[in-house]
């Protein structure tokens, strides 16, 4: 009786085995589409490289098991693309979405050996040799003054580096993409207050005094004074962006003779 029993129960497992295995055989996927938002000509190249490893993980595989696991990981090695969707089209085709993320900054490499570049969010991108944007061949917002270090896709600097990035990321946005106006960052001095200065395009400078406090306000005031300028007045001087308590304090000087 035992022994009916057990052929009876290895009958089932491997009715249903094969039945599983019959199923995974139908639904087994044979196409990854890439949809893809891209700015440059070299992130074009790098999607068919990027699609080759997917096929390479992916095709055969069965489409009741496959998640969006691995191409996370693909994904990684490829730091100027960013996963927007993943999604199963029955029967057997992956359709995954990317997106390029534009470069923004430049900032030296410790070593003198070129740059790296930042994304909006302050993410490394990738190592340039020059500060060039690789869209349009154009400088990136240069950042100077500071230590710098990378640890993964994440950059790594002294106490002046996030004061430095959460200023510009208010910039970017109020300006509709900061590299319009501003061409470098630089570091003026650390104590007894944190000072940066701004290049902009037409040569007025912008001073700006803590700008880990009131970040928000002080980016917007300054935006503000700054487009209020004749484009003579552009052509020189500075803006000083200053104030510590509810309200920060904007004011143009017609000479740049900043002190702190």
Do not use: H
């Amino acid at each position: 009786m035992r022994r009916k029993i057990l052929v009876i129960c290895l009958t089932v497992v491997l009715f249903l085995s094969a039945a599983v295995l019959g199923v995974s055989a139908v639904f087994r996927v044979k196409s990854v589409v890439i949809e893809k938002s891209t700015v440059s000509e070299a992130a074009s190249k790098e999607a068919v490289a990027f699609q080759k490893r997917l096929e390479d993980a992916y095709l055969k595989d069965s489409m009741l098991f496959v998640d969006s696991s691995e191409v996370e990981e693909i994904i990684k090695d490829f730091p100027y693309f960013r996963l927007t969707g993943f999604r199963k089209e029955q029967p057997n085709k992956i359709v995954i979405s990317i997106a390029e993320d534009a470069e923004v900054y430049s900032v030296a490499k410790a070593d003198g050996t070129g740059y790296y570049q930042l994304g909006a969010d302050g993410s490394v991108l990738g190592v340039s040799e020059t500060p060039k944007n690789r869209l349009d061949g154009k400088n990136n917002v240069v950042f100077s003054g500071f230590n710098v270090s990378v640890d993964g896709a994440q950059l790594i600097g002294d106490a002046c580096y996030l004061p430095i990035m959460g200023f510009c990321r208010e910039l970017d946005v109020l300006f509709g993409g900061i590299r319009r106006n501003v061409q470098s960052v630089s570091v003026y001095n650390r104590t007894p207050s944190m000072v940066f200065v701004l290049e902009m395009f037409e040569s007025v400078k912008m001073y700006v005094v803590e700008p880990s406090t009131l970040t928000k306000e002080k980016a917007e005031m300054a935006v503000d004074k700054y487009l209020s300028l004749s484009d003579e007045q552009k052509l020189q001087g500075c803006i000083v962006v200053s104030g510590s308590g509810n309200e920060p304090i904007v004011v143009y000087n017609p000479v740049d003779d900043f002190s702190s």
